[in-house]
């Protein structure tokens, strides 16, 4: 049977969900994204079926809104053989610090980043159960994990420690059914939410934070999602995985 993942947040030339598609699709898996971009979602899944994806999918959805994740979904697992990982990578981000948050900023921060990934993962839930298989791979942060400090401030700081403690309890929910459930934490990645909104300088200072040396690439990420969703990984459920360049070691 081939092996689907269905993506969120794909659209975006320089992100995370795209790099994860090309690597997904490279391994022989059929391709599923989706994005609030569907023009971005289906350049994603052409690029995916060039680069060896058997299957690709696109459409349009926004994660923060129950129906529209629904239909989505529901065209997805129509089209595309049965999913067996999901990996909820859509999010934003917001620099604001804490006293100059407006309540829409915050509501607005974790319903894309918290609501959407419990929404498209309640979605796409019961055919895992059904088929008693499943990668589930959420995208937290560096900045849930130390309080910020990198580049998203309060709001979107908050947002990705809820998004751990969503992933360990789910995974906990689903045990012995065969799905597993974890999330990748990376630092600052150089992506189209950081281009134009950072400084050279401030990515230089923020490189030096690293052991490494520089910021994590879309590449570096879609590496861990790849490993999560491997044979390699099967003895991981509620688990955190670091891509920070070592910068808590700082």
């Given at each position: 049977m081939t092996p689907t993942i269905l ?212 590449a570096d990420v879609a590496g861990a ?26």
């Open positions: 993506i969120t947040g794909g659209g975006s030339k320089r992100g995370i969900g795209r790099a994860t598609a090309l690597r997904f699709a490279a391994l022989g898996y059929a391709v599923g994204v989706l994005d609030i971009d569907a023009d971005g979602a289906a350049d994603t899944a052409a690029q995916a079926g060039n680069a060896g994806s058997p299957a690709v999918f696109a459409a349009h959805a926004d994660v923060t809104d129950q129906a529209s994740v629904l239909a989505a979904v529901r065209a997805a697992e129509d089209a595309l053989p049965p999913v067996t990982v999901l990996a909820t990578i859509a999010g934003i981000s917001s620099p604001t610090r804490f006293e100059n948050i407006t309540l829409d900023e915050w509501e607005k921060i974790f319903a894309v980043n918290v609501r959407g990934t419990f929404l498209v993962t309640q979605a796409v839930l019961p055919g895992l159960r059904e088929r008693g298989y499943g990668r589930i791979i959420t995208m937290s942060s560096v900045s849930g994990q130390r309080g910020g400090g990198v580049f998203g401030a309060t709001a979107y700081s908050a947002s990705k420690a809820a998004i751990l403690g969503l992933t360990r309890t789910l995974a906990r929910e689903v045990e012995g059914q065969g799905i597993t459930v974890n999330a990748v934490a990376p630092s600052m990645v150089d992506t189209d939410i950081t281009h134009g909104a950072m400084t050279e300088e401030r990515k230089t200072e923020l490189a030096a934070t690293t052991l490494v040396g520089r910021l994590a690439t879309p999602v790849v490993f999560l969703a491997s044979p390699d990984a099967a003895y991981l459920t509620g688990a955190t995985i670091d891509v920070n360049g070592g910068s808590h070691l700082h």
